[in-house]
């Protein structure tokens, strides 16, 4: 049951603490409505005095192939393989778009780096289709596109106009159409026709002429490109601008110049291709020439027409040679040995003739007849000589016979022989000309397999450069655009900034949080004391009362006063009585007043409290114990001698010294006197404790104002004669931090029965009740009304 009441009591206190913050706000109303109304008028100013961005968008489908230097310029050459591993992508392609010099391209064929404003009723416009002129520049120099330069151009007529400075100086009065020398361009204006049909009045129209690279840098800060998927190769183009058109125009442009570009770089690398085939096909083609004259005179110097066909001839000539030359050699030898058996051989021998070679010439014909002859004439010498003599006449006749053809045989074939040598010789040599013409066909076929190597190489370099032409000749017909426009460059009707609702919604937002922070901010860092909870959170001590800001700071509290502080102080004389309720009914109630600095209202609170209870018919003694600093004597008339001349002079009664209010009939005041030199020596006089004892016995309350107790030590000194202390703490003067003296003095209880008492609030806001104290109810008296200005205006 106990955690129970205890959690509920939490909640109660977190509750209140909730109430007490949510107050504080509402009590500044009036702050947070004159916010509000402040940035809805700035945000309604900004609105009006904003130019409107507007954004337009175009999509394009990026054809996501192959693109780049090293790889575009071997495109032909793709079937050689040079180009593996060159890669590109979507991203590639959108730095490219979004290049500077794409941009710059586009903006100088928009002319948008010249621009035309007209001052409106509100703002500058801009001015774009609609505007009325035309201005062209030509013949520039190189400073024209660097610099910044403006004109002023006035109509004066259908037919004139005035051309000045940007300062407003006249330059001339031209024809629309004339050519106008300035000092780095000439410049013509023309009419529009659109502005003739629509308008005839007069206008006034600034033209700028802006540096390229600075309008190449605000466009390229303004334009962005994204894919619309991480796998898609669609990309969107948004571009921010203050005039729709304009955002528009330029996009489309910018994809334009992208695709004549790609187109422009791909024809280009083509046609440095073609021209790099047609200087080799020049050169192939007299190599090629160069290689066959080659080949054909290699032909003619080794008499060929065929290597194979010839080399086959030369192999078969070569074994008829040996075959013919093994045969004359075997006559040589068959006819050697007839004539050595001719030598050796009897007259009467006879000559073998089937030994003589087949004839196939004279010599061999003339032998072979001459020995079957001899032969002949042998047999028919023998026969008719074995019927005879020798001397017969016959016989004889056919020996000079024999022996002449005899000696003809052995000439004929000595002649046989030499024929032989001759053939044989002849045989010999062309048997040594085919060997050598066969052991050249190695040679000969390898020289013409290199010169027929040069001349395949030649042929199928020609044949593929030829080909090649005819597909870079294709390819230079037919270029297809490397983006595909899939929507145009359109803009939104409405403008993406400024946003009404939005900027309206951050005014009225804003006109709520500035108050807030202000106050939150005031808050966090404002550690004084404020209210009650302050105190209560700081510090144990029992809390008597609070005092709000009196209406006058030397008020004094009367009978007839109907004032929150008199109400306030009347509480605290009430609660007092709780706190003194232990005193006998024989002594005076003893009650000291202190602080912790000066100017907290002590003496304030010590003068009021004792004429409030003076009021009630009891006798009450003020003393003024702060007699470093006293400050009775600015709220009431009272002599210069006092408690300190009482302390000083001996054999003095200290009723000498006590002197009595007019305005009130029970009070009674003993001033500080003089200030001392030695205050705490003072104090510490046995007369203190004598005058207290006293005055005890003469009075029914003593109201006592001490000095601070965070400077000096006096309070303490005479603490001990205190029934209640009552210590002041002014809010919005005292820091919380200081709380902790006062806290210190209650835990080590110096100074005895101690409560705070909170002067000089602001009721209001410390307590937040829209219905004031209400002390005058019931008494006739109702407080003043004022109205919120007053409240918000007034001092504090």
Known sequence: MQEQSSFRHKLKDESLDLREQFDKYLRQWPWFIVSVIICLGIAFLYLRYTVPLYQASATILVKD?????????????????????????????????????????AIKKLNFNITYHMEGRVKRI???????????????????????????????????????????????????????????????????????KQSKQDFSITVTI????????????????????????????????????KAEDLLNTIIAIYNQDAIDDKNYISRNTQKFIDDRLVYITNELGDVEKEGEKYMTANRLTNITSDADLFIQNSVEFERALIETETQIKVVTSMLDYLNNSSKDDIIPSNLIPSPNNTNNNNAADLINQYNGLIIERNRIGSGGTQKNTVVINYNNRIDDIRKSIKESLNRLITSLKIKRADLQRQDNIMSGKISEVPKQTRE???????????????????????????????????????????????????????ILLVGFSLGWLIPFLVIFGIDLLDT?????????????????????????????ISASSRSSSAEAIRIVRTNLEFMLNTVPENKAKTIFVTSTMPKEGKTFVAINLASTIALTGRKVLLIGLDIRNPKIDKYLDVPAKGLTNYL???????????????????????????????????????????MFEILKQQYDYIVVDTAPVSLVTDTLLVAKHADAFIYIVRANYLDKRLLKIADSFYQEKKLPNMAILLNDTIWRKTYGYGYGYGYGYGY?????????????????
Do not use: H
């Open 126 to 196: 801009e001015l774009y289709e609609d505007r009325p002129i035309d201005v062209s520049f030509f013949e520039s120099d190189n400073t024209f596109y660097t610099k910044r330069q403006s004109y002023l151009i006035n109509s004066k007529s259908e037919s004139t106009f005035e051309l000045n400075t940007a300062e407003g100086k006249l330059i001339n009065t031209f024809k629309y159409g004339s050519t106008i020398r300035l000092g780095n361009c000439k410049m013509v204006v023309s009419k529009r026709m659109l502005w003739d």
């Open 210 to 245: 802006n540096a390229i690279d600075q309008v190449v840098q605000s466009y390229k800060s303004r334009l962005s490109l994204a894919p619309l998927s991480e796998k898609s190769s669609i990309v969107e183009l948004t571009l921010n601008d203050p005039v729709a058109t």
């Open 448 to 502: 013409l397999n290199v010169i027929g190597r040069q001349q395949k190489i030649k042929e199928s370099l020609y044949l593929y450069l030829m080909q090649k032409r005819e597909e870079v000749g294709i390819s230079l017909a037919v270029t297809a655009p490397k983006a595909k426009l899939i929507d145009e460059a359109k803009s939104k009707g409405a403008p993406i900034s400024p946003k009404s609702n939005i």
């Open 65 to 105: 192939e192959k693109k780049g230097g090293l790889e575009s310029e071997l495109t032909a050459f793709s079937d050689l393989g040079l180009m593996s591993g060159i890669k590109s992508n979507v991203d590639n392609e959108i730095e490219i778009i979004k290049s500077r010099s794409i941009i710059k391209e």
């Open 528 to 556: 004084k004391i404020k209210n009650r909870q302050d105190i209560e959170d700081n510090t144990d001590i029992p809390f008597l009362g609070d005092i709000p800001k009196s209406e006058t700071e030397d008020e004094i």
């Open 648 to 690: 000083v002079k001996s054999g003095q009664k200290v009723d000498d010294f006590i002197t009595k209010l007019d305005a009130f009939d029970n009070l009674f005041v003993l001033p500080s006197g003089v200030i001392p030199p030695n205050p705490a020596d003072l104090l510490l006089s046995p007369k203190v404790d004598e």
């Open 780 to 796: 006739g008296v109702e407080e003043e009304k004022k109205s919120w200005k007053d409240k918000l205006f007034k001092k504090k």
